[in-house]
């Protein structure tokens, strides 16, 4: 199982669906309303795919979106995180893909993709 997680600041409601639509068959995602975890399916190429919503990441301006499935649209958090930034319009972050779960995350470098271009940042 792969997956993939980006980081949606100011969540906007119906952003994500109408994103993913293109992009995915069977898309069920509710996302008018984000205000608890969200989660729905979709397939691609196929293959089933788990989506969910976290609301409230990093602190309350940010939704974590998590695509899990053998098979993914995109190869990375980065190509992911940059299809949402162009259908979104707003700032998108993600791992840089090094991170494993456990490692701390202190003074990790985070991709930040907004209006200003793609930078590697520190969250806070």
């Known amino acids: 199982m792969q997956d993939l997680e980006?980081?949606?600041?100011?969540?906007?409601?119906g952003a994500v669906s109408g994103w993913l639509e293109s992009h995915l068959d069977e898309l069920k995602l509710d996302d008018n309303e984000v205000?608890?975890?969200v989660n729905g399916s979709a397939r691609y190429q196929g293959?089933?795919?788990r989506i969910a919503l976290y609301?409230?990441?990093f602190g309350k301006r940010f939704t974590s979106l998590v695509i899990e499935g053998e098979?993914?649209?995109?190869?990375?958090d980065l190509d992911c995180a940059?299809?949402?930034?162009?259908?979104?319009?707003?700032?998108?972050?993600?791992s840089?893909?090094?991170?494993?779960?456990?490692?701390?995350?202190?003074?990790?470098k985070w991709w930040r993709l907004d209006h200003r271009g793609e930078q590697q940042v520190v969250w806070n």
């Not at 980006?6 to 409601?13: A, C, E, G, N």
């Not at 098979?71 to 990375?76: A, D, I, K």
């Not at 840089?96 to 990790?108: C, F, L, Q, R, T």
């Open 6 to 13: 980006i980081y949606i600041r100011d969540l906007k409601s």
């Open 35 to 37: 205000s608890g975890v």
């Open 47 to 49: 293959e089933s795919l």
């Open 71 to 76: 098979r993914l649209p995109w190869s990375s």
């Open 96 to 108: 840089p893909g090094d991170w494993k779960e456990g490692e701390p995350v202190e003074a990790e």
């Open 82 to 94: 940059r299809s949402a930034w162009r259908a979104m319009d707003t700032e998108i972050r993600c």
């Open 55 to 57: 609301p409230g990441a």
